[in-house]
């Protein structure tokens, strides 16, 4: 599948792991593609990143990933909904972190835990950190995407659908700040091609 990939979109995946060695992840998750994305320039998702203002919400979007790893993946309107039935996960959170320490719930111990959970793809890609089966997906996805497209490479604006197309931290964290597959989508192609985003979601 890597052959398909644009110059771009390799550089995005290699940015991936560039983050997780930088913040001394144990592997490469969603989160890492999302922010290596962020970081490149000159493309289509460059500039449907910028007309979001996803460049100017970095700094919160990062502190919304923070907060979803410390509870443990769940989105926020996920807590919200548990809160409405009376568990309240920030103090199960603080319990736990009170008792095993802040780090015990830190993006290391994030990426070790998925690791562990996956230890066949040490050496998926990177050479040096395994990518998790969430960021794998993410890759796969991305591929079905540009098959859905009828384009015959995998470039940064099909990472970029992939990860709003798909459950999980990055879309719940994205939607909690107003942008969606349809938002993305619309920024990439424009509103007319509408019914392809779509197809593309399923």
Same mark, same amino acid.
Request: hydrophobic share 40%; no cysteine; aromatic share 4%.
């Given at each position: 599948?890597?052959?398909?990939?644009?110059?771009?979109?390799?550089?995005?995946?290699?940015?991936?792991?560039?983050?997780?060695?930088?913040?001394?992840?144990?592997?490469?998750?969603?989160?890492?593609?999302?922010?290596?994305?962020? /970081?490149?320039?000159?493309?289509?998702?460059?500039?449907?990143?910028?007309?979001?203002?996803?460049?100017?919400? $970095?700094?919160?979007?990062?502190?919304?990933?923070?907060?979803? $790893? $410390?509870?443990?993946?769940?989105?926020?309107?996920?807590?919200?909904?548990?809160?409405?039935?009376?568990? /309240?996960?920030?103090?199960?959170?603080?319990?736990?972190?009170?008792?095993?320490?802040?780090?015990?719930?830190?993006?290391?111990?994030?990426?070790?835990?998925?690791?562990?959970?996956?230890?066949?793809?040490?050496?998926?890609?990177?050479?040096?950190?395994?990518?998790?089966?969430?960021?794998?997906?993410?890759?796969?996805?991305? +591929? $079905?995407?540009?098959?859905?497209?009828? /384009?015959?490479?995998?470039?940064?604006?099909?990472?970029?659908?992939?990860?709003?197309?798909?459950?999980?931290?990055?879309?719940?964290? +994205?939607?909690?700040?107003?942008?969606?597959?349809?938002?993305?989508?619309?920024?990439?192609?424009?509103?007319?091609? /509408?019914?392809?985003?779509?197809?593309?979601?399923?």
């Amino acid at each position: 599948m890597f052959e398909r990939f644009t110059r771009g979109a390799r550089a995005t995946v290699k940015g991936a792991v560039a983050e997780a060695e930088r913040v001394g992840a144990g592997s490469v998750t969603e989160e890492h593609l999302f922010l290596a994305l962020l /970081d490149q320039k000159g493309d289509r998702a460059s500039f449907a990143v910028a007309s979001l203002g996803l460049l100017r919400r $970095r700094a919160s979007l990062e502190a919304s990933f923070a907060e979803a $790893r $410390r509870r443990g993946g769940l989105t926020k309107a996920e807590t919200d909904a548990l809160a409405g039935i009376g568990i /309240d996960v920030g103090a199960i959170v603080d319990r736990v972190e009170g008792a095993h320490g802040e780090g015990a719930h830190g993006e290391g111990a994030h990426g070790e835990g998925a690791l562990a959970a996956d230890r066949s793809s040490r050496r998926w890609w990177s050479g040096h950190r395994a990518f998790t089966p969430e960021a794998k997906s993410i890759l796969e996805k991305s +591929l $079905r995407i540009a098959l859905g497209r009828g /384009d015959r490479f995998i470039g940064q604006e099909h990472l970029l659908l992939a990860l709003t197309a798909t459950p999980g931290t990055v879309a719940d964290t +994205l939607a909690e700040h107003g942008v969606t597959h349809t938002a993305v989508h619309h920024a990439l192609y424009g509103p007319e091609a /509408d019914g392809e985003g779509h197809a593309e979601a399923g």
